[in-house]
């Protein structure tokens, strides 16, 4: 075998991992699990989706070691691909919960979603970032980024949910990858052909002086089997998806209104010291603070006319509109943003920490309290910012941050309930609504739901937008409507009759019954987890058809 790890593919590196002869591959090429979707486009799928699961041991410690092949689709998660990583880590959640304990070890080589499949990607990715949460309250969870094509898109959110990352020099981690940056952004924003400017915003050298890795090493089996036994048997967690106030009090003291320089940011980063950051607060105001979909229905659901928050973009207040006291959050433009990539009411670095600190502060108000409130989450978000400033402080940990504060909440009893009045696009939805426990939609044709821009998508796969337009009427996974999002199962209620994203009395009144009755249906089934999304009837007939497979399949082979 091969010294250097990075050389070595998905498989080989699950093996030189584990202790010898100690492997045992769950849901193997031989079980033709292949991904039907890339099947329906004339895209050749692969016997094993890219995904390879070991449960074995490492050093005589039980382990399951989950490796992504980045050369197929890029190491993309689909539903096929999601539904193994979701399936093991359900497992290693219950075997930690039954007092036996086992590791989990994910290398990551992959750009995020695949864009083949978009939406199946964007659930997967939340609901394996919500079992990472859960499963650190018992063990690490261990990243690994070898190199090649490194850790990308909503993936990179979920690298920054792990207890402990460890990176090779040859690593890249980023929520937006070069290509896309400037495609969204513009060349001046991000020129995708200059290498060092990558290498010195993401490169992993980069990512260990910012604090987004916590251990650089050599590129050999030996070195990374020495620090992956060092970070279980010491159980090593940086807490880097708990850190909004660290990183709030620091972009406080940084100018954001301009890119800033890697030494300036590294310095300030290096000597920074925490102070305390004020709650946001959002009372009645003197005039409109902004105008979209998102804002007017915060204002409806918390009977603010004029709302007016602390923050320029993080809304949240206590409404007593529902059944039970509820805290409505949502995230809204700002046209005098000094970060001039989130004008539009993009999640950004700011949005993601914020949210994070502000539900941090609801889980801590109510951690004693016998019943905990809901968390009404409006949802209407274009997308993630994408600019140079964010992916050098590193916009996937903002948004990690947020992810993991809504996570945490759920987990804890309080039930999620996400509201999606606008557009729900990429790693926004991640941070801000696809950690709900049930998701609510209007009808309105306006409203998408993806993983990327037409645009981008199109320069990423190298498919026209016709193409890829033309797959959409054959896999629902890649349309941008929500109707078609519907189809998938992840959504608790349509509100079929509401065409309209405008408030009025009456949908008002709609959606504050649908809210009661989510509320309700939490509170009944004790659901603090996202296993409805894939076992409610439309998931398990058509929705999430190949997810319910894998899991069959992972439970007969589990234990065998």
Known sequence: MKNSFVELNARERVHALLDAKSGRELIDPFDQMIAPNLVAQDIVPQSDDGIVVCRGTISGENVVVIAMEGKFQGGGIGEVSGAKIIAALTHVLEENQKGNPITPIIILDTGGVRLQEANYGLLSIAEIGNLIVAIKSYVPVIGLVPGRVGSFGGMSITSALMSYLIATKKARIGLNGPEVIEQEAGVREFDSSD?????????????????????????????????????????????????????????????????????????????????????????????????????????????????????????????????????????????????????????????????????????????????????????????????????????????????????????????????????????????????????????????????????????????????????????????????????????????????????TSESKATVIEAINEAIDDVRKTNDTMLTSRYTNPIAKKSGRLETNNVFEKMNAEWNE
């Open 195 to 503: 290498k060092d400017l990558i290498w010195n915003t993401i490169g992993a050298k980069q990512r260990l002086e910012a604090q987004m890795i916590d251990e650089l090493v050599t590129d050999s089996v030996e070195s990374i089997q020495e620090a992956v036994i060092a970070a279980m048997v010491e159980k090593k967690d940086s807490h880097r998806s708990e850190k909004s106030g660290f990183y709030l009090s620091l972009l406080n003291e940084l100018d954001l209104s301009k890119p800033l320089t890697i030494e300036a940011y590294n310095k300030a980063l290096a000597t920074h010291k925490a102070t305390e950051v004020a709650p946001i607060t959002v009372t009645e105001g003197q005039e409109a603070a902004a105008d979209s979909i998102g804002y007017h229905w915060f204002s409806a659901l918390t009977n603010l006319q004029l709302p007016t928050s602390t923050s320029a973009t993080v809304y949240a207040a206590a409404s007593d509109l529902f059944t039970e006291e509820v805290v409505v959050t949502a995230i809204v433009p700002n046209a005098n943003n000094p970060m001039y990539r989130v004008r539009n009411g993009e999640v950004g670095l700011v949005e993601g920490y914020e949210m994070g600190h502000l539900l941090e502060t609801v889980y801590h108000e109510d951690k004693d309290k016998a019943i905990k409130r809901p968390i009404v989450a409006v949802i209407d978000v274009p997308s993630q910012a994408y600019g140079y400033n964010e992916e050098l402080i590193g916009i996937h940990a903002a948004l990690a941050n947020s992810a993991a504060a809504y996570a945490k909440l759920r987990q804890a009893g309080h039930p999620v309930i996400g509201f999606i009045a606008g557009n729900a696009i990429s790693g926004a939805f991640l941070a801000h609504g696809l950690q709900s426990s049930r998701l609510i939609a209007l009808n309105s044709e306006k409203i998408t739901v993806q993983a990327m821009s037409k645009e981008s998508a199109s320069r990423v796969t190298k498919r026209s937008i016709a193409a890829i337009e033309a797959a959409a009427e054959k896999v629902p996974s890649i349309a941008y409507d929500i109707k078609n999002y519907t189809k998938l199962g992840a959504i608790f209620t349509f509100l079929s009759s509401i065409t309209d994203q405008s408030v």
